[in-house]
């Protein structure tokens, strides 16, 4: 539930200003792909529910995997022909087209086209930590193989415990931020959660790496200890156990 507007933020919203800023102007951040701009946000105009930009994509190019923990994004195209790819499904983009993607919906922004596009996206409400906005879930230049055994040497760890009924609510909220923080974690592919459905008490939470060193360099850092100390409190019984993937067979495609 969202508590009631402070004197303090009702103070600051009935006194914002009016605020113009040339996208052209700001220097384009290119480590995602592309040439991203964050034209207003609350650095630049002091926004407090969310942030606007543009996206400049040549032919070919694409913005990196991601997704909003927080964030709903909205984007129009304003030139170009793109491809918005949101959890496996392809939506063709042309000039005049809106899209809405969900929070928590993993997308990428590609230019299928053969001349220079761009868009205007805004994103909001905003995280409650800037270093939340986004997660990205590829880095920019890795790209896909066609192999029998592509995931060969990747790691899979596997940590059950026993969470009682009592303490279910607070273990699910201490695993939330775990989750997002080790998303953005190098060598992190992706993670889950399970509930046995003989025993609400037995969880599991499997994780996927790109090698059993990755997983053991954060699980022992000092931030990793102190992300995980809330939902150390909520269960027992913990079992961890540490595989490297040999070889992985893939549904047939129709």
Not at 37 to 60: C, E, I, K, N
């Amino acid at each position: 539930m969202r508590s009631e507007m402070s004197v303090e933020d009702d103070f600051l919203m009935r006194n914002s200003k009016v605020s113009r800023i040339r996208a052209d102007d700001i220097e384009p951040y290119r480590a995602r792909g592309g040439q991203l701009r964050m034209v207003l946000h609350p650095g630049s105009v002091g926004s407090r529910s969310g942030y606007m930009g543009t996206a400049v994509l040549q032919p070919g190019e694409h913005v990196v995997e991601h997704f909003h923990p927080y964030s709903e994004e909205f984007l129009f195209v304003v030139k170009g022909d793109l491809v918005l790819e949101v959890e496996g499904e392809d939506w063709a983009l042309g000039a005049g087209d809106g899209i809405y993607v969900p929070i928590g919906k993993r997308h990428r922004l590609r230019n299928a086209g053969t001349t220079e596009s761009l868009t205007v996206y805004h994103i909001g409400p905003l995280a409650p930590d800037p270093s939340l906005a986004h997660v990205d879930t590829e880095v920019l230049g890795e790209t896909d193989t066609e192999q029998t055994d592509a995931a060969a040497g990747t790691a899979r760890i596997l940590f059950g415990m026993t969470v009682a009924e009592e303490k279910r609510e607070a273990f699910l909220a201490a695993y939330e931020k775990v989750r997002f923080s080790v998303a953005a974690t190098p060598g992190h592919i992706r993670d889950q959660i399970c509930q046995s459905p003989d025993n609400p008490e037995k969880w599991l939470i499997t994780s996927e790496w790109t090698s059993v060193a990755d997983f053991f360099a954060w699980e022992r850092s000092e931030e990793h200890k102190e992300l995980v100390k809330p939902m150390r409190e909520c269960y027992s019984d913990p079992e961890f156990r540490s595989f490297t993937v040999v070889a992985e067979t893939k549904a047939a495609q129709s």
